[in-house]
């Protein structure tokens, strides 16, 4: 298996009408995955939880990687993700990660810093897998 990215992990869980949540979780994150978002821990189960609930919420939207770095099993990134949601309102954040890679390149882990750029308030759940 190579190696997965941040775009293509985003894109295929929230971005790709028709793939299956637990095959796009298989293709990029392994079993014992865990994530930090703004300080606050999910493991794989709470993660997923996670993303099901922004299937609900997201009609389409982009993923803009502007720097990446990849250093054996170690990644980090700054992605923007600008995102339509289902009521027709735009939320775009700025997001920074320290990842670490499963021997089959699936993320093992990542741990994240989100920055709101647009959207309400409200809207900065969006970026956590609280």
Same mark, same amino acid.
């Given at each position: 298996?190579? $190696?997965?990215?941040? *775009? /293509?992990? =985003?894109?295929?869980? =929230?971005?790709?009408?028709?793939?299956?949540?637990?095959? /796009?979780?298989?293709?990029?994150?392994?079993?014992?995955? *865990?994530?930090?978002?703004?300080?606050?821990?999910?493991?794989?189960?709470?993660?997923?939880?996670?993303?099901?609930? =922004?299937?609900?919420?997201?009609?389409?939207?982009?993923?803009?990687?502007?720097?990446?770095?990849?250093?054996?099993? *170690?990644? /980090?990134?700054?992605?923007?993700?600008?995102?339509?949601?289902?009521?027709?309102?735009?939320?775009?954040?700025?997001?920074?990660?320290?990842?670490?890679?499963?021997?089959?390149? $699936?993320?093992?882990?990542?741990?994240?810093?989100?920055?709101?750029?647009?959207?309400?308030?409200?809207?900065?759940? =969006?970026?956590?897998?609280?």
């Amino acid at each position: 298996m190579s $190696r997965t990215d941040i *775009r /293509a992990a =985003l894109t295929d869980l =929230l971005l790709i009408p028709g793939l299956g949540l637990d095959e /796009a979780a298989e293709r990029h994150f392994a079993p014992d995955y *865990r994530q930090r978002t703004d300080g606050s821990w999910a493991d794989r189960t709470g993660f997923l939880a996670h993303m099901a609930h =922004l299937r609900t919420v997201v009609a389409g939207g982009s993923v803009t990687v502007h720097d990446e770095l990849v250093d054996g099993d *170690r990644y /980090a990134d700054r992605h923007t993700v600008e995102v339509v949601k289902t009521d027709g309102s735009t939320v775009r954040m700025e997001v920074y990660v320290f990842a670490e890679f499963a021997p089959d390149g $699936r993320f093992r882990r990542i741990e994240e810093t989100t920055l709101l750029l647009a959207g309400s308030e409200a809207d900065r759940d =969006l970026g956590s897998a609280r």
